[in-house]
T-cell receptor, first 115, second 111 residues
């Protein structure tokens, strides 16, 4: 199994809603990443979890709250989002963090629309 | 100047044509990824290179570390190859690196 699975594929939420994005991998990878991608732009790193601990937070607003309950699962909790947060949210995983020659595996993404 | 530059930004080809997409980078790297993204979709890793050349089916990727340049070639292109191709480099050094992405090349292959 070389897949990173993200759910849901699409999400529409109001600015007062609370929702969560989910990312799962069963490759035994110990680093997992959240990226945000706006239309026609490259992905931007949001968070990195390494061995279930948050190791990088790229100054992301607190309305985005990551969680890594175990080594296979990564969540992104969303609350009080703004319309400009509408984007494709991508999850990725690597064996042990992006060290030396490490291949990254990406999920299909969740297309989020905030109304 | 971006740390990872791709060219061209947009590319339209006829089915069957040989296609080349270029990537130049200005930082020290330990590896370079070529990624494919279909419209509205997730990202698929095509190649990870740290030296030389790799081939997978009709896709060939090369890298010249001294010149800080990589190319992705598609032979006998097909409409299903239409996608955005992204070059991403793994910045050298540190225990927790990050991928630096190029802006992507949008490829459209016409039948």
């Amino acid at each position: 199994d070389t897949e990173v699975t993200q759910t849901p594929k699409h999400l529409v939420m109001g600015m007062t809603n609370k929702k969560s994005l989910k990312c799962e991998q069963h490759m035994g990878h110990r680093a997992m990443y959240w990226y945000k991608q706006k239309a026609k732009k490259p992905p931007e790193l949001m968070f990195v979890y390494s061995y279930e601990k948050l190791s990088i937070n790229e100054s992301v607003p607190s309305r985005f709250s990551p969680e890594c309950p175990n080594s296979s699962l990564l969540n992104l909790h969303l609350h009080a989002l703004q319309p400009e947060d509408s984007a494709l949210y991508l999850c990725a995983s690597t064996r042990q963090g992006l060290v030396r020659n490490t291949e990254a595996f990406f999920g299909q993404g969740t297309r989020l629309t905030v109304v | 100047k971006n740390e990872v530059e791709q060219s061209p930004q947009n590319l339209t080809a006829q089915e069957g044509e040989f296609i080349t997409i270029n990537c130049s980078y200005s930082v020290g790297i330990s590896a370079l990824h070529w990624l494919q993204q279909h419209p509205g979709g997730g990202i698929v890793s095509l190649f990870m290179l740290s030296s030389g050349k790799k081939k997978h089916g009709r896709l060939i990727a090369t890298i010249n570390i001294q010149e800080k340049h990589s190319s992705l070639h598609i032979t006998a292109s097909h409409p299903r190859d239409s996608a955005v191709y992204i070059c991403a480099v793994l910045n050298y050094g540190g225990s927790q690196g990050n991928l630096i992405f190029g802006k992507g090349t949008k490829l459209s292959v016409k039948p």
